[in-house]
Each structure stands twice: as C-alpha cells, then as structure tokens.
Nanobody, 124 residues
Framework: QVQLVESGGGLVQAGGSLRLSCAAS????????MGWFRQAPGEKREFVAA????????LYAGSVKGRFTISRDNAKNTVYLQVNSLRPEDTAAYYC?????????????????WGQGTQVTVSS
C-alpha cells in the first residue's frame, strides 16, 4: 500500500531553518504530484506547497512564499520542503500528501494519500 513517511521536524528558534523530507513507497512516484500541508493546534489543516510530478511546476501559500522551497528527487522517491526564516506562527504538524491530480492538492486540497506528519516547533 502507499506509504508517505515524513522526517526532519524539530524545535528551532525563530529565524532558523529545517529541511523536511517525505519518503514515498507503494506508488509510481514520478506520476504523482506531491504537496505539503500543515495543521496548528486548534486550526484547520492548510495548504503549504505543491510540486508537479515532473517537478516543473510549484505552488506556494502566500504565507510561506519566499521562505519555503519544495523540491523532489524522483530517483529517490522523496519530496523535500526547505523551510527558512521560520516564525513562531509556522509551528504546526507538517504533512506530506500525494495525488495523481494537481488540482486535488492545490484547488480541492483533498489528496488521496497522507503521511503521518512531522512536528515543527518554532520558539520566539
């Protein structure tokens, strides 16, 4: 079955950086658009970034544009999220997601597959 396993979260001071990774298995990775979402305590899950199957197209939420970078390595079945200039409001559980359809990640924000999440905590 499809598995998405995130790693790389942690506790970091404001202004710091992390690199989140998501290793995928059980699917033909190069056929899938990949994305990152996040959910803070008491808040709804929100879209962060997405990358197309080929890696040629990316999309970011306005709140992270210019600070976060999504990338993928199709040879390693892995998608990354480089998070820089972190702010306390970036504190959340970060989830990797996958879908064949770009719009399932970006417009409908209801992808077929989810990871279990990795926690990012930013201290002020």
């Amino acid at each position: 079955q499809v598995q998405l396993v995130e790693s790389g979260g942690g506790l970091v001071q404001a202004g710091g950086s992390l690199r989140l990774s998501c290793a995928a298995s059980g699917l033909t990775f190069s056929n899938y658009a990949m994305g990152w979402f996040r959910q803070a305590p008491g808040e709804k899950r929100e879209f962060v970034a997405a990358i197309s199957a080929s890696g040629g197209l990316t999309l970011y939420a306005g709140s992270v544009k210019g600070r976060f970078t999504i990338s993928r390595d199709n040879a390693k079945n892995t998608v990354y999220l480089q998070v820089n200039s972190l702010r306390p409001e970036d504190t959340a559980a970060y989830y990797c997601a996958a879908d064949i359809l770009w719009t399932a990640l970006t417009t409908r924000q209801r992808p077929n597959y989810w990871g279990q999440g990795t926690q990012v905590t930013v201290s002020s």
